[in-house]
């Protein structure tokens, strides 16, 4: 997951809850290409939500006050 956040993040530029949900559902369907469960994807966030994790490094990466 940390991987697929790193390649794909920078891409959501100015996320919203919509941009991140579709996220989580390009994340489980690059996932399953790659034969790994979605269960994996849910125990590896630490959280138990795969859509918090995504928000979550949006946030982290954009930082606060960059995006406008």
Do not use: C
């Not at 940390?2 to 996320?15: F, H, K, S, T, Y």
């Not at 469960?37 to 939500?49: P, R």
Request: hydrophobic letters at 45%.
């Amino acid at each position: 997951m940390e991987r697929w956040l790193a390649d794909n993040v920078p891409d959501l530029v100015g996320a919203d809850v919509i941009s991140a949900g579709k996220a989580t559902d390009k994340l489980f369907a690059d996932a399953e290409k790659q034969g790994i469960e979605g269960a994996e994807i849910v125990d590896e966030t630490g959280t138990g939500s795969v859509y918090e994790a995504i928000l979550d490094a949006v946030v982290h990466y954009h930082g606060p006050g960059l995006a406008d």
